[in-house]
Nanobody, 132 residues
Framework: QLQLVESGGGLVQPGGSLRLSCAAS????????IGWFRQAPGKEREGVSC???????????DYADSVKGRFTISRDNAKSTVYLQMNSLKAEDTGVYYC??????????????????????WGQGTQVTVSS
């Protein structure tokens, strides 16, 4: 059974940091692109970052402009886990964060980051609240 489980959300003050984890089961990360999305109340789900590989050797990392320089995506194949390190958090980063997976076609996943419907497997989400 293909499954993604997010963890690591919580309440943090502006300027603080959090690290989200996305644990995958039933799939091999080398063959999938993994994306992080977020959804704030009353807003559409938006792509934050994604990671993909070509033949398991090259990682392509992509970020939304709003998080570039602050968020870092990485993966640990041995643990079947993808991480999203979030630094310098702002109030506008608040939302439910989801990880998603789609079978990789090689190359960057940036074109899929703008379209949530491009991703076939979703986790249940983890809440991130940035507030003083």
């Amino acid at each position: 059974q293909l499954q993604l489980v997010e963890s690591g959300g919580g309440l943090v003050q502006p300027g603080g940091s959090l690290r989200l984890s996305c644990a995958a089961s039933g799939l091999t990360l080398d063959y999938y692109a993994i994306g992080w999305f977020r959804q704030a109340p009353g807003k559409e789900r938006e792509g934050v970052s994604c990671i993909s590989s070509s033949g398991g050797r090259i990682n392509y990392l992509d970020y939304a402009d709003s998080v570039k320089g602050r968020f870092t995506i990485s993966r640990d194949n041995a643990k079947s886990t993808v991480y999203l390190q979030m630094n310098s958090l702002k109030a506008e980063d608040t939302g439910v964060y989801y990880c998603a997976a789609v079978r990789s076609t090689g190359g960057t996943c940036r074109d899929k980051l703008s379209t949530a419907s491009s991703w076939s497997i979703w986790g249940q989400g983890t809440q991130v609240t940035v507030s003083s």
